[in-house]
């Protein structure tokens, strides 16, 4: 079995041959065998560009072909990934890019009408930082053809067998409830690992079409979408932006088997006024998680969309898979659970009924971090998810709710205090706090309580015309509430359960930390 990536790469090339790979219609397809071709050749230019073994390449760009080669061929050189959410703003993303000392980055040239680059180089600007350390900037697709000029395939073939199991593979970084976000590093072997168990799982073989509508920069989309599908020999086709219309054309046109989710998009599929139109009687499998599913939508999907077998699941970026629903659990387990112990995982409720998971496919710690590593993974390998469950007699994983602030917006984990950190830096602001609150479309939107100095005026307008400018937009809050005060405790801790509408403790929020989430559509708050 191989143990790692450009070793997959190879043996997919090897074993499916001729086989789709990868079907981005419209701009194009490749087959096992061209696939691995064209990685070798995104190798042998980054490695020719300078970047050696261990560095670290950024990737901010949406989900498409240009994607997957730069992330397989960075892996081939023996680099570590590093992608950046789309999502990000200039700053957010300077943040990332700088911290993981990025030695190349390569960046959409326009996508979503954002000049992602010229983002970037703002902020620096702004912040008086320099870009130097990135040796190579490539804008996609502008100057991909001229980047790939250049390359030596047998250093490339080399370089390849020379990356070991244990190597750094990605750095996927994830916010922290102290606001600053935490990079959280994981090895080839490891990477794999969740892979293969989720395409076990989920039953993934040679003759699936798997519609990828998670974000290529998550670690769902990329290790159980990209990389569960190169384990196991179906095709990929990837949407850089969830729309149902568009993703029942897919279906349709492409035969899709796999469509993989959060609750939502499913609920928008079967909202939606064409789905009659529409042939999508080749969908067989649905896996969803990072919110309630209700029984009813379950019933719905294997009713109305054809799912033979729909399936929840748990995890988060430090676990990718942690725990999952099997074939042939009935819509009542799959609903009210996040299934039983996968990928070499074990599980266990710890004080507080906080969630804890050991396993072989654990990341190996947070990038330049050991004090947070420490508080995350205890002295037994097992890591402290923050999240609260109970498990059943038959292992079956019920979430219950979070220990912390955490909340979810259209399947993205939001931590009030970085967008609370965001809001101190708007001239006028004494104090803020941050809630999640429910919302029927997004699960749940952020509400901000401010308290202004003396003398100073703002509006909601304004308050939220500045968040905008500086956080990804499931990030930002929907609605601003100004207050003369924020009720406190005795020590003087904010007490955020009073500012929950009823002023009483909320009711259970959507599941924390799953690993299925959608890139909800830009919208206004």
């Not at 095709?235 to 349709?252: H, K, N, Y």
Request: hydrophobic content about 45%; glycine content about 12%.
């Amino acid at each position: 079995m191989e143990l790692t990536i450009p070793a997959a790469v190879a043996r997919a090339a090897r074993d499916f041959g001729d086989a789709e790979a990868l079907a981005d219609p419209g701009r194009i397809r490749l087959s096992y065998r061209e696939l691995g071709e064209r990685v070798t050749a995104v190798s042998g230019a980054l490695i020719d560009a300078g970047v050696g073994p261990g560095d670290r390449v950024a990737l901010w760009a949406p989900n498409g072909w240009e994607w997957l080669l730069i992330a397989l061929g960075t892996l081939g050189a023996g680099a570590a990934l590093v992608p950046v959410s789309t999502r990000f703003t200039g700053p957010e993303a300077l943040d990332v890019i700088g911290r993981s000392r990025a030695r190349a980055l390569f960046v959409a040239g326009d996508f979503l009408g954002v000049d992602r680059l010229g983002a970037l180089l703002a902020a620096a600007a702004e912040e008086g930082e320099s870009l130097d350390r990135l040796g190579l900037v490539v804008r996609v697709p502008e100057e991909w053809d001229a980047f790939l000029q250049a390359g030596s395939l047998a250093e490339a073939r080399r370089r390849a067998g020379a990356v070991r199991p244990g190597d750094v593979s990605d750095i996927m970084f994830t916010s922290g409830t102290t606001g600053r976000s935490k990079g959280a590093m994981t090895s080839h072997e490891r990477t794999l690992g969740v892979a293969r168990a989720w395409a076990d799982c989920a039953r993934l073989g040679p003759g699936d079409r798997y519609l990828v509508v998670n974000p290529f920069f998550h670690t769902f989309g990329f290790k159980a979408g990209i990389l569960a599908c190169l384990a196991s020999g179906a095709t990929l086709v990837p949407q850089a932006v969830f729309d149902a219309g568009e993703a029942m054309r897919l279906v349709e046109a492409e035969r899709i088997t796999v469509l993989p989710g959060a609750p939502t998009i499913y609920q928008m599929i079967l909202d939606h006024p064409e789905r009659g139109d529409r042939d999508l009687s080749s969908l067989r499998l649905a896996v969803t998680g990072a919110a309630d599913v209700p029984v009813a939508l379950v019933e719905r999907m294997r009713r109305e969309l054809s799912f033979e077998t729909v399936l929840t699941a748990y995890g988060l970026t430090e676990a990718v898979v942690a725990t999952m629903c099997r074939r042939g659990d009935p819509p009542e387990v799959v609903s009210a659970t996040s299934g039983r112990p996968a990928a070499g995982f074990e599980v266990k409720i710890g004080r507080s009924d906080e969630i804890l998971l050991r396993g072989p496919n654990l990341m190996l710690g947070y990038l330049d971090d050991p004090e947070a590593t420490a508080a995350a993974v205890d002295t037994d390998g097992w890591l402290h998810t923050g999240d609260a469950g109970r498990l059943d007699a038959a292992g079956y994983l019920t979430i219950t709710g979070r220990l912390k602030d955490m909340y979810i917006c259209g399947g993205f984990n939001v931590y009030p205090a970085e967008v609370e950190q965001v809001l101190a830096r708007l001239d006028g602001v004494a104090e803020s706090a941050v809630i999640g609150v429910p919302d029927p479309r997004l699960g749940e939107v952020g509400r901000a309580y401010l308290v202004t100095r003396p003398g100073h005026a703002l509006d909601a307008a304004e308050v939220l015309a500045f968040c905008r400018e500086r956080l990804a937009n499931y990030k930002v809050p929907r609605r601003v509430e100004f207050r003369d005060a924020l009720p406190r405790n005795p020590s003087g801790k904010v007490l955020k359960r009073l500012l929950h509408p009823g002023g009483t403790t909320p009711p259970d929020p959507p599941a924390p930390g799953g690993t299925i989430p959608p890139d909800p559509p830009l919208e206004e708050p």
